[in-house]
Structure formats: structure tokens, C-alpha cells
């Protein structure tokens, strides 16, 4: 197993999601869609490709064949009914924090948050649903959908395969805080969601830990699977 130090991890991590955000500010001053349905297809062609081709190469190189295998090294099997139970109690969790972290969080960054958003389109506030009603119905149910593929299964378990499982189990340092170590660059890896790093970091944080002990990546799959079909049923209820 290729080890990844400390510079190659930050790399690894922060290369894609600079592609990623660079594109998007850049395209979305010329955007006649949902800026928020831009940012999924950006997602698609740039950050989850250049994610997984991380793991597949890595793959190549320790097995011999290009594969998903790398992202599972050192994981062991878990029941199912653990693995959702798990995942269901920090997804409750989740929600605590949603109701108690997230506001003051939101309050402390309201002033900042304001005077970004002011000098750039009214599409880069994806909680601006005057704007997004601006757009016809069909397009508004694309946008649903795709975003719903896209932010509740693609890229959660592209995300977890890459954090959880390649970069997690091929850091040199291996320690109890890695998981933690890990969600933290998770967290500020979300260019695009700058105002949410405590409550995101709260949120993964001890989850991934979970997941790292119990050496089962599916545990933090699923979590990140609900956390994010939540925003999406969310986002369509306000939406459509």
C-alpha cells in the first residue's frame, strides 16, 4: 500500500475542489440555469471524476487492476441492521445539531455571508427560491432531480470512498484522530458552503470516527446518504 503524506494528502483533496469551485464562480456569472443545477454537472465532470480517478489509479498500482479496492483497505463486514441503525442514530443526531448549531452558526456568518453574496448573481444563494421560481417548471423538476441524484447518491458515496475510505486508510499517520483529523478537511474542502464548517464538522466528526473504529465505510455512507436526501427533499418541498 502506497502511503500518503501530510502535502500529498491536502493535495489530493484541495486540487479537485479548487477545479471544481474556480469553474463555478466563474461559469455562474454567465448562467442562464439553476446555478445550483451548474454546480451538480460541474460536480459530475470535474470534482467526482478527478476523486475516483485518485482511487482507481491507486487501485492499479496495489492490485493490479483499476477498481474501487484501494477505497476499501482494511474494512471488515458489519450486519446490515448495525450498519442502518448506526447510521440512523447519528442522522437523529444530525438533526439535533441542525435545530441547535446551525442557526448560530448562521447568525454569526449573516453579516459576511450578506455582503458575498451582494456582489455576485442572485443565483449563488441557492436559499434565494424567488430567484430559482423565476425559472420555468420543467426546468425546476430537472433540477430536482438531478440535484437529488447527484447531492443524495452520487456524490456522497464518491465523497466517502475517496475521505473515508482511500484517504483515510492510506494516511501514514494512523491514529484515533485521524477521523477526525480527516472530517475537518472535509469540511473546509466545501469552497462553495464556506459558513457551515462548525456545524459540519460536529456532524461527520464523530460518525467518521465510528466508522473508522468499527472499520466499516458503509457506516458513514449511509449517514452521508441521508444528511443529504434530507437537503434534497428540502430544497424540492420550497422549490416546486
Known amino acids: 500500500m502506497n502511503r500518503i503524506d501530510t502535502k500529498g494528502l491536502i493535495l489530493r483533496i484541495f486540487t479537485p475542489t479548487i477545479a471544481l469551485s474556480l469553474s463555478y464562480l466563474i461559469l455562474g456569472n454567465f448562467c442562464n440555469i439553476p446555478h445550483i443545477l451548474l454546480f451538480c454537472i460541474l460536480g459530475t465532470v470535474i470534482l467526482l471524476p478527478m476523486e475516483l480517478g485518485v482511487i482507481l489509479c491507486a487501485s492499479k498500482k496495489e492490485n493490479g487492476v483499476y477498481s474501487l479496492k484501494s477505497a476499501f483497505a482494511g474494512q471488515e463486514k458489519l450486519p446490515l441492521w448495525k450498519i442502518l441503525i448506526t447510521a ?133 455512507i449511509c449517514f452521508h446518504c441521508l444528511c443529504n436526501l434530507f437537503s434534497v427533499v428540502s430544497f424540492a418541498l420550497q422549490t416546486l
Open 88 to 220: 440512523f442514530v447519528f442522522f437523529g443526531i444530525a438533526g439535533l445539531l441542525s435545530a441547535f448549531v446551525a442557526p448560530i452558526e448562521n447568525h454569526i456568518f449573516a453579516e459576511m455571508r450578506a455582503m458575498i453574496l451582494k456582489n455576485l448573481p442572485a443565483g449563488f444563494d441557492w436559499t434565494n427560491f424567488e430567484y430559482l421560481k423565476s425559472f420555468s417548471r420543467p426546468m425546476l423538476i430537472l433540477t430536482c432531480i438531478y440535484y437529488g441524484i447527484f447531492n443524495a447518491l452520487i456524490a456522497p458515496v464518491t465523497e466517502e470512498l475517496f475521505f473515508r475510505g482511500y484517504l483515510t486508510s492510506h494516511y501514514k499517520r494512523q491514529s484515533s484522530f485521524l477521523p477526525i483529523f480527516i472530517a475537518v478537511l472535509f469540511s473546509l474542502y466545501h469552497f462553495w458552503l464556506p459558513f457551515h464548517n462548525v456545524f459540519r464538522i460536529l456532524v461527520f466528526a464523530p460518525v467518521a470516527y465510528v466508522a473508522y473504529q468499527k472499520k466499516n465505510l458503509y457506516i458513514s
